[in-house]
């Protein structure tokens, strides 16, 4: 966040700058989404609602989630939160204590881990290895569950690597976690469909229904319906701990915005194309974004399977200098990127994973390609 208001600093003065750094579409809300907020501003849906959303966007949620997961939750056992972040902030505050853990893999989204120290919790992070494709393995994951674990919390389409874990890494985590039958599994699915090249997003329910009874999905619009800023998210799990949540939420913020409530049950309900055309979009600025950083000597880049990030290694430019000092660090590296080539990404440290960048390709093909230029050159200007 700091690199992005950092890019906007420098926009307002005139620079030109290139973002890679903001994880979001930039594409516009669908027609009909963008029909029913009018519709829904024009009928005056501007007050309160039920703090865990109105009862026709969660029996949206629900037959959406049937679809895509074949799983079926009761309107009960789904709360619609203001995005899917609050909805992960309200599982830890209603799960965590002082004393507990949870497990994390490593590199994380940014927020995980900080959501686990403000339950008062100890995040334990799972390392992956980026010559398993960051797919965890089951044994790794077994060392760290401890009476302790209380959360295991993973996201799969992934931020930031774009990893997809395949069904058989699945099946070999909820394999380890039946083990563990005090361990609750939070699967953060926002990526879900956004893969490429014929990938399938496996969810963990899928493979082992039986951990059904302890596992909350959450997932929501911003993603795949280009919707981040009307903060519409949502969890599905078992009643007490939605319970807890809607506690969470009843004591916190209360209802996500009314409008996008309505907006969400359109996108749900609505016409589904829009999200295919845009996945396809993605996938080809995904190719044209790794085939320009393949060209940039001392980076190391891999298509990612999902999402819209890719989590390149650029460990083989820090040992140079730039301007005769020397450039010890993604974040350093990161900086001078923006400040004298115009192009905002963020350091791998941020996500607990020094060595890299990770850059998203969710801009033009133009702007993409302006970028690897200023890349290219940054890499060329070291000595």
């Known amino acids: 966040m700091a690199m992005t208001a950092r890019a906007i600093q420098l926009r307002r003065e005139g620079r030109d700058i290139v973002s890679l750094s903001v994880g979001e579409p930039d594409f516009p809300v669908f027609p009909h989404v963008e029909q029913a907020l009018s519709e ?11 703090s865990n959303g109105i ?7 629900s037959d959406w989630m049937f679809r895509e997961v074949s799983v079926r939750w009761p309107a009960g056992q789904i709360i619609a939160t203001s995005g899917a972040k609050q909805a992960l902030y309200n599982a830890c505050m209603a799960l965590l204590d002082e004393g507990d853990e949870a497990v994390i893999p490593n590199p994380y989204w940014v927020s995980y881990p900080e959501m686990v120290r403000l339950a008062g919790a100890k995040p334990i992070e799972l390392v992956l290895r980026q010559e398993d494709q960051w797919a965890p393995r089951p044994e790794d994951l077994e060392r760290l569950l401890t009476p302790r674990t209380r959360v295991f919390m993973f996201s799969s389409p ?26 609750i599994i ?3 699915d926002i990526y879900d469909r956004l893969v490429y090249g014929g990938v399938k997003a ?8 039986q951990l059904k009874d302890r596992t909350v999905l959450v997932n929501g619009c911003s993603k795949a319906y280009a919707m981040t800023g009307l903060r519409l998210g949502w969890a599905c799990g078992p009643a007490e701990i939605i319970a807890g949540m809607n506690k969470v939420q009843d ?7 009314s409008l996008s409530q309505h907006a969400a049950v359109a996108a749900l309900r609505g016409p589904q194309e829009p999200v295919e055309a845009m996945r396809a979009q993605f996938e080809k600025r995904r190719h044209l974004m790794v ?10 880049a891999h298509a990612p399977d999902g999402a819209f990030y890719i989590f390149a290694n650029f ?19 990161a900086e001078i990127l923006l400040e004298d080539f115009g192009v905002a990404t963020v350091s791998g440290s941020a996500f607990g994973r020094e060595g890299f960048l990770r850059l998203s390709f969710a801009i033009s093909e133009a702007d993409i390609r302006k970028a690897m230029e200023r890349v290219a050159r940054c890499a060329a200007s070291l000595e």
């Open 40 to 50: 829904a501003l024009r009928k005056g849906y501007t007050k309160y609602t039920a």
């Open 55 to 61: 009862i026709e966007l969660r029996e949206a949620i």
């Open 158 to 183: 992934s931020n930031p690597t774009g990893a997809v874990w395949s069904a058989e890494t699945v099946r070999g985590i909820a394999r380890v976690l039946e083990k563990f039958p005090k361990v």
């Open 186 to 188: 939070l699967s953060d």
């Open 202 to 209: 496996t969810n963990i329910l899928q493979v082992a229904p």
């Open 251 to 257: 004591a916190s913020t209360s209802n996500p915005s």
């Open 291 to 300: 085939d320009l950083l393949r060209q940039v000597r001392g980076v190391d």
């Open 315 to 333: 460990a083989g430019l820090l040992s140079r200098k730039y301007r005769g000092e020397p450039v010890a660090t993604t974040q350093r590296l």
